[in-house]
C-alpha cells in the first residue's frame, strides 16, 4: 500500500510519468474490457457476401480497416493490448522478483553471497539477449514463454544492482540496527524490514523491463519466432509484413499496432523518472 | 424441391429421438497449417475450409505449427495429426506423372514414404505400378485417367488449387520474345536462361532469391532455387523441354530397343570447365556413381532401377533396367547430372571411409559441362554464374546472378530501382505484382500454372478420415472456387487431382467438377446415408461407433 | 591498477568458459532432430545414422564437450550443416560487417548525442526539452525492424534513393575487408541499415551526456569557474563537457558489445550480410553448428567489450580501485 502510494505521488511531480501512467491505463482498460470494446471478433474471417473481406480500407464498419485475412484491425489492436500487458507483467515481475531477492542477498549478507551473485550477473551481462531468445525458441518450441524465460534470466542483473546499492546504505541505518540488537533474525530483517523499503524502486525498474518484454516479443514474431496462436501486436506487424501491407500502402494496418509498441513501451521509460539512470544503471549508480 | 425440404427436415429434427441410434460424438478435429506469416494463403484456406467444415457438425481447431516442427509432425509422427495443409510443388520432372502418381498413393510408401496419408487401395497399388511400366503413351494415359478417377471417389486429400507462379521481369532490359515458357513452371526455367536475349548493355540476368541455396555439387539437390543454378551448371543426358516431354541434351540420341534396355549416343565434343574432354566412361561413372556405397542417398532413388551400365563404344553406353519403366528418361535421364569421373572419383574413394556423404563435399571450383560456370558462390549474398561460351548451347548472356533477398517487399521494391532485373520467386500477393506492372511500364509480368499443387492431407490412419462417407463429405463442402479467387488472390486454379491442366496430356479435364456431392447438401446426405448422425448440432459417429483416437495435442 | 586489469581478466576467462559451456549444454540437451534438414523420406535408417555419425552426435555427450571445448580453443566451430563450409569460415566473412555497421552507427550516434545532450543540458526546462526528450525516447521504443521498415519504404521503395539490401551491388567482386572499405558501393549500401541503426541507438547518448552535464554543471569547479567570471559556452565547453564524457565513453565501449547482439533484426531488414543475419538464418534453418557458432561469437564479443568498459572506466576514474567500487 505504501508502494502504491508512493507511485501516485512520484507520478504527481513528474509530468512525464503521468503521461506514462496515462498509456498505461488506457492500455490496461482495453486489455480488461477487450469483449466489450472490440466490434468484432479478432480472429474472425469476415465476410462480404461469399467473398472474404480483404484489405477493406478504413470506414464507419473497420474503425481502421481490415486484414488480408478479412479480420478487423481494431479488433485485433485492442486485443492485443492483453498479450502485451500479459507478456510485459509477467516477464517484469520475474524481473523484480528475481532482481530484488539478489539483490537484498548480496547487499545484506555481502561475503562470499555477494561475490557469486556478482559474478552471475557477469555471466547474465555477457548472453547476448536477441540472439538468446532466438536460440532458445529454435531449440524448444516458439512462443511467448520463451520471451518471458529471456527477459527474466537476462535483465534481472540491472535491477539487483541498483537493488544492492540501496540495501547497502539501508543496512547501515539506525531502525536496522536497533532491529538486529532486539534479536530479528537475519531473514526477518532482510524481508520484513528491508525489502519493503526497496521495492518501489524495484517497481520502477520492472516498468523498464515491461518495454523490454514488448520489444523482444515483437522482434521474435517478426523473426518467425513469435506465437501464432495469440493475438499480440507483434503477430500483427508481422502478418502486415508477410502479405505485403506496406507495398500495397495499407498504412491503416501497418501503423497501429507499431505506435501501440511505441507508445507502450514509451511509457515505461517516462515511468522511470530519470530515465536515463535507468537506462544506464551500470554508471548511474558506480 | 420437395427431396431437398423432406433432406432438411430430418435434420432438424430434434436431436433426442435420433440420439440412441447415433455413436459417439466425434471429437474435435485439428487442422494443422503453417503459421499465418510463413504461409498467408495456405492459412487463410486453412480458415475457409474450417468455416465449411463445421456446417457439418464438425469442430474443428486450426493449428498453425512454425516450419521445422510441421515437418516433423506430418513426416515422422504419422500416427498423430489430424489433417493437415500441405502442398507437393512443381519440378521439371513432375511433368511426368509418374513420380507423384507412384509415390504419393501407393500402400508401400505408407510406412515412412510420401504416402504419408496412410492411403491404402490394392486397386489404386495396381494401377499405378501399370502405368509405371506401360510404354504405350495411349494405353498408359488411359491408365493414369483411371487412377485419377479412383482418387476422385477415395478422396484420400482435399484437393485446393494447382497455382500460378507469377515472375516479372524488366523488359527494357530482356527482349520479351526470347522468354520461353515451359510447360507447368513458367518463364523461369532452363530454357529461358539460355535462350534470354539482352536489348542493350545491360548483358547480366540478375535475378531474386527468397532462400539460400545449399552447396552445389552434382549429387545435391540444393533446394528450389538452388535447382536453378544446379541444373543449368551440370548437363544431363536428356533435360524436360519446354513441352514438358523429355529431349536428349548431352545424350545425341536416346533409343529403347526393349522395355529394359536404353542405348545412349553421347554428344562429341563436350568439354569440362577444368579443359579435360567428357567421356564415355564419365557418362557411365555419373549413372552408377549414386550407388556407391550408399554415399549420394539424394540421388540413388533414381539409380534404384538400374541394373547394369556398359560403355559400348567411344561415344555409346548401354543402361539395363531391372523392371520397365515408362518415366526413366525423365525420372533418372533427365536428372541425374554428368559429374567429371577424374574428379569425383577419388572423392568417393576417400568417403567409403568417411561418415560424410556426397552432398556435403563442397569443391573450391566446381568442375562442370553445362552451359553455365559457377564464378563464386556466397550462399547468403548471391551466387554469380558465367556463360560458358564453348557450349554447344551456350548462352547470350554474359553472367547469371541470383540474389538472395529473404524480404519479399524488399525484391519488389529491388525490381522497381533495378538492383534486379527478373524477379523469379515472388512469395507475396499477386495482385501487388500486377498492379505494379501497371503503373511501371518496364515491369512485365508472366504467370504459369504450375505442376504443383495445394490440399488438406486426411490422415487415413486415424477415424473418421479412415471412414470413405466421411472423406467424401469433408471433401465436398470445400469451395474451391473460393480459395483460388480470395485465400490465392486469383492467381490459382481450383484442383481435383495430383496431376496439374498444366501438363495437358495427363491431366483428367472436368475432374474439378466431379468432387463426389460437390456441395453442402450432398455432403450432408453422404454422411446421413452413411450412418453418421447429427445431434445438437455436433456430428457423430453411425450406431456402435467409439470414438476411440486422441485428439491432437 | 594493474591488480584490477589482472583481477578483471581474470572473471572474462571465467564468464568465457561459463557461457562457452551454457552454450554447449543448450544445444546438446535440448529436443529435436538437427539432422531433420538432411532427411528425405526417401532415406533408410543407416542413411540416417551414417548423417548423425557424420555430425559427431553419436558419440558420448562428456566426449563430445571435449571435443567441443578443444576445437574452441582452436576457432574451430565445426562445420555448418547447410551449406557444408567450416562454420568459423562463414563467421569470420559476416564478422567484419557487422563491426562496420555497428561502429558507424555508433559513431554517428554518439557524436550526434553528445552534441544534442549537451545542447539540452544547457537549454534545461522549457519545450525544447518537452519534445526532444520524448522523441529521443521514443526511438528507442520503437521496434527497430518497424523502424527498418518505415525506413526502407520511404527512402528505397518510393523515393528510390538507396538500395533495398545487401552489402554490394549484384556480382560486384566482394573480395577483402580492406578492399570493401574502399568502395563507393559498399557505403551506399551501408546508408539505410546504418541510418536506422543510428536512430535507435541515439536517445541513451544523449540522455546519458545531458544527465552527466547536469550533474558536472554543479560541481565546484564548474561554480568557481563562473565566479572567475568565464563565459557560460566556454565552461560548458571546457571543463563541463570534458568531465562529462567520461560515462559516455564507456557506454560506447558497453554500446559495441551489445549492439553487435541486438543487430540481428536490423541485418534481417536490410539483407546486410552480418553475424546477426547469419544467426537467424542458422535457428530458421536449424544449421546449428552455424547458430552455436554465432552465438559464442557474439556472446564473446559481448563480454569482452564489457570488460574492456569496466577497465576503461577505472582508468579514467581514479575514484574506482578495486574493492572500493560500488
Redesign the interface.
Known sequence: MRAASAIIRHLRAEPFAAVGGTIYAVILVMAVFAPQLAPYDPRA?LRQG???A?YLPISPEHWLGTT??GQDVLSQLIYGARAALEVGLTAAIAVVAIGSLLGLLAGYLGGWVDKVVTRVADIALGLPFLPFMLVLA?LT??GTRVVIVTVALLLWPNTARVIRAQVLSLRERAWVEAARVTGCSTGRIMFVHVLPQVLPLAALYGSVAIGWAILAEAAA?FL???D??TISWG?ML??A????A???GAWNWFTPPGAAIVLMVLAGFLISRGSEKLLFPKLADA | MKRLVVSMGLFLLPGAGLAQEAGDAIRPITLLTQ????A?QE??AA??IA?AWRKLGVTVNI??L????F??VI?YQRQRWDATTWQMVGRPERADPDELTYNLFVSANAA???D?VGYNNAEYDRLALAQRQELDLDKRKALIMQAQELINHDQPYGFEVHPYNVVAYNKTVWDPKSMVSQAGIGIRCTWTWINIKPLGAQK?V?LNSTA?P??LNPFNIPGGQGSWASEIVWDRLMRVGPDGLPQPWAAEKVERPDATTVNITLRKGMKWSDGQPVTIDDAVFSLVAPNFA?KA??Y??FVQNIASVEATGPDTLTIKLKRSDAAFLVSSLSKLNLAPKHIWQPIFDDLKN????A????EEHPVSSGPFRIV?A?????I?LEANHDHWSHPTIN?W?M????????????L??G??NFLADYT??PE?LKDLAKSDPDIAVSQALDIGFKFIAYNERRPPFDNLAFRQAISAVI?RK?LA???WGGAAEPANSWISPAVGVWHDKGIVDRVPGGNLDAAKKILKDAGFVLVDGKLHYPKGVKETTEAYH | MRRLIVERLGHLLLVLWVIATLTFLLFRLMP??PT???L????TD??RA??L??FGLDKPLWEQYLLYMGNLLRGDFG?SF????PVSA?LW??LPNTVVLTFVSLCIAYAFGIVAGAFLAFRRGGAVEAVAIPTALATRAAPDFWLG?LV??LF??QL?WF?????????AT?GSLGHRLMSGDFWWHLCLPALTLTLFLQGLPLLLMRATMLEVMNDEFVVMARMKGLSRWSIVMRHAARNALLPVVTAFALGLGASIGSNVVIE??F?W?GIG??LV?AV???DYPVAEGAFIMIAFVLVVMNTVADITYALLDPRVSVGARR
Open positions: 474471417m461469399r467473398r472474404i480483404r488480408s485475412g529454435s518450441a516458439p514474431s518467425g519466432f513469435g501464432p496462436n503477430v508481422q502478418d509484413y508477410a502479405n505485403q506496406l507495398g500495397r | 503459421p499465418q506469416a510463413a498467408p492459412y487463410q480458415q475457409i468455416d493449428r498453425p512454425p516450419g521445422q516442427e515437418n516433423q513426416w515412412n514414404g510420401y504419408f547480366d540478375i539460400p545449399t552447396n550408399d542417398p539424394m540413388k532413388p568417411k561418415p560424410q556423404t552432398e556435403s563435399i563442397q563464386r556466397s550462399l547468403n549474398q548471391e554469380v553472367r546472378i540474389r538472395i533477398m529473404p524480404n519479399v517487399e524488399a525484391s519488389l521494391g529491388a522497381k530501382s538492383e534486379i507475396g500477393d501487388v469451395d473460393l479467387e480470395d485465400a | 529435436g532432430d531433420l534438414n538432411f528425405s523420406p526417401t532415406f543407416e542413411m551414417s548423417l555419425k557424420g562445420r547447410l551449406q557444408n563450409a562463414i566473412d559476416a521498415m526502407l519504404a528505397a521503395f528510390g538500395p533495398t539490401g545487401g552489402a554490394v551491388s549484384p556480382g566482394t534481417t531488414v539483407a550480410p543475419r547469419v538464418q530458421q534453418g536449424s
